[in-house]
C-alpha cells in the first residue's frame, strides 16, 4: 500500500506567476468593472513584469477580454451547463485557457498544463479537472473551424457571423455597417482593426516641442498630424524627456486632428477667447491652448469633475499662457452668451470609436447606454452654439461613428435653431483622404490608423 500521507506527497507545481498575474488582474476587471489598462498597468509594476514577460501578460489580459464573447461561444458548447450558472473565476479561466489555444502561438499541452496548475491554485483541486476536461475539448479544433462550427454561415447572417467571427456584439455590427452605408469588405476591415492594439502615439504640442524632437528620442513620424509622432514599438513614453515635462503628451492622431482643424478653420474678426466645453483629461485643451499661444488666443476649460479638472489642469500647466480651468456644467454657461471665438464640444459619448484601446468596453455597452447620451449631448451643442460669437464656430466632437451620437445629434440641434449652420469639415484637413461624403467628417481605424472620430463644423450667423 503507498504512503498517502501529506509529508509523502509530491509537492504541487506553482502556477506561472505571469499567468496567475493576468488573471488576477482579469478578474478585477470583470468581477469589479475595473478598466483593463489602469488594472494592467499597476499590477506590471507591483510585480515588476517587464520585456517579453510584461508583453506576454499584455497579451493574456487583452486578447481574453477583447475575444470573451467569441470564447464564450464556444465554450457553451463545451460546458454540460449554460455559461451563467458556472462560477465566474471559473469562466474567466476557461476563457484565459481558450485564448492562449485559439489566438496564441502556445503548445497546446502547456496551455492545458499550465491552467490546470494555476485552477489548482486559485479555485481548488475538483475545478481544475473541469478545466481540463473542457480546454482540451477546446484544443482538438482550430480557431477557425470553431467558427465555422459555432457562428451562423455568412450568407444567412452576416451581422451574426462577424458578431462571433470578430468578437463584436451585434448591435455595434449593426451600428458600424449604419455608419459605413455597407455590409461587406469594409465593415470587416473595421471590425479586424478594432481587434489590433493601437499604436502609442505622440503629440508635440506646438512652440513647446517639435516632431522632430519626437524622432530624436526614437519615435517616427505620423502620417497626417503635423504634431504627431509613432513611439514603434511602444515603450515608456514617460522616458522622453518632452513628454515628462509636458512639453508633449500621448494623444491619438485622430484627437490631434479635430482639435487642429477647429483651431484651422477660417475666422473674421477677433480670435482671442477659445473654449473647451468639455475639456476631462485635457488632452484637447492642452493642443489647442498651445496652438492658441502663438496666436495670442488663451482658453478656458471646463470639466464637471473635480478629479479630472485637476487632470485638465496637469495637462496645460507646461502651456504659458493666461489659460483657465473652471469647474462646472457645460450645459449651464456661467459667461455671457456669445464670449468665445472658437468652441470645441469634445461630448460625453459610447466611446465605440476607440474599442482597441479598452479591450473589455464592447462588451459593456448597450443600446441604451447611446440613448441615455444623446439628451446630454444635445444640451452641450446647444451650449456651445450660444456660447460662441456670431461668425464663429463650433466643432461637436465624438469617439464614435455612431450616428444616433453623431449626425442625428447635429441635425436635432440645427433644426431647433435658426442662427447656426454647417460648414465642410474636410476642407480643414485637406491632406487626409476618405473623410466622407461631407458636410461633416469621419475618421476610420482601418482606414487612417486613428480612432473612429466625428467631427463637425458648425458656425453661428
Known amino acids: 500500500m503507498s504512503d498517502r500521507s501529506p509529508r509523502n506527497r509530491a509537492p504541487q507545481r506553482r502556477p506561472d506567476r505571469v499567468r496567475q498575474v493576468a488573471y488576477e488582474v482579469i478578474r478585477q476587471v470583470t468581477s469589479q468593472d475595473g478598466y483593463a489598462n489602469l488594472a494592467l498597468n499597476k499590477a506590471l509594476r507591483d510585480q515588476k513584469l517587464s520585456g517579453r514577460d510584461a508583453a506576454f501578460c499584455t497579451e493574456l489580459v487583452h486578447g481574453t477580454l477583447r475575444w470573451q464573447g467569441t470564447y464564450d461561444a464556444i465554450l457553451a ?6 455559461l451563467a450558472e458556472l462560477d465566474p473565476e471559473l469562466l474567466d479561466l476557461l476563457r484565459l485557457g481558450t485564448h492562449q489555444l485559439l489566438r496564441m502561438r502556445v503548445d497546446s499541452y502547456a496551455a492545458v498544463n499550465e491552467m490546470v496548475t494555476l485552477t489548482r491554485a486559485v479555485s481548488g483541486q475538483s475545478r481544475s479537472g473541469l478545466v481540463n476536461a473542457v480546454l482540451r475539448k477546446v484544443s482538438q479544433r482550430t480557431f477557425d473551424q470553431w467558427i465555422v462550427d459555432v457562428a451562423p454561415h455568412s450568407d444567412d447572417d452576416l451581422f451574426g457571423f462577424l458578431s462571433i467571427a470578430k468578437a463584436h456584439p451585434r448591435w455595434i455590427v449593426e451600428a458600424f455597417a449604419d455608419a459605413l452605408h455597407t455590409e461587406g469588405y469594409e465593415l470587416d476591415e473595421l471590425l479586424d482593426a478594432d481587434n489590433e492594439p493601437p499604436r502609442v502615439t505622440l503629440v508635440a504640442r506646438p512652440g513647446l516641442a517639435s516632431v522632430d524632437d519626437l524622432i530624436e528620442a526614437g519615435a517616427t513620424r505620423a502620417r497626417y498630424s503635423p504634431y504627431a509622432a509613432v513611439l514603434q ?13 509636458g512639453r508633449a503628451g500621448v494623444q491619438d492622431e485622430g484627437s490631434q486632428l479635430v482639435a487642429t482643424a477647429l483651431a484651422m478653420a477660417p475666422l473674421e474678426g477677433r480670435d482671442a477667447k477659445w473654449l473647451d466645453l468639455c475639456a476631462g483629461p485635457g488632452g484637447k485643451a492642452a493642443l489647442l491652448a498651445s496652438i492658441g499661444r502663438q496666436r495670442g488666443a488663451a482658453i478656458t476649460a471646463v470639466e464637471p ?8 489642469r496637469s495637462n496645460l500647466r507646461a502651456v504659458p499662457g493666461n489659460h483657465q480651468v473652471v469647474v462646472g456644467d457645460g450645459t449651464k454657461p456661467t459667461w455671457p452668451e456669445g464670449s468665445y471665438d472658437r468652441v470645441l464640444a469634445d461630448v460625453p459619448c459610447s466611446g465605440l470609436g476607440a474599442l482597441r484601446r479598452r479591450p473589455e468596453a464592447r462588451w459593456r455597452r448597450t443600446p441604451e447606454d447611446v440613448a441615455e447620451l444623446r439628451p446630454l449631448q444635445e444640451q452641450l451643442l446647444d451650449s456651445a452654439i450660444t456660447s460662441v460669437r456670431k461668425g ?7 469617439c464614435t461613428p455612431h450616428l444616433m451620437e453623431t449626425r442625428a445629434v447635429v441635425d436635432a440641434v440645427l433644426a431647433q435653431r435658426g442662427d447656426a449652420v454647417l460648414e465642410d469639415a474636410r476642407a480643414l484637413l485637406p491632406d487626409v483622404p476618405s473623410l466622407g461624403e461631407g458636410p461633416d467628417l469621419q475618421l476610420w481605424p482601418h482606414v487612417h490608423g486613428t480612432d473612429a472620430m466625428y467631427l463637425a463644423l458648425i458656425r453661428r450667423t
Do not use: F, K, Q
Open 77 to 82: 458548447g463545451n460546458v454540460s451547463r449554460p
Open 233 to 245: 514599438g511602444g515603450g515608456d513614453p514617460g522616458r522622453i524627456s518632452a513628454v515628462s515635462a
Open 305 to 312: 469633475l473635480p478629479h479630472r479638472a485637476e487632470l485638465v
Open 392 to 398: 464663429g464656430v463650433v466643432a461637436y466632437v465624438t
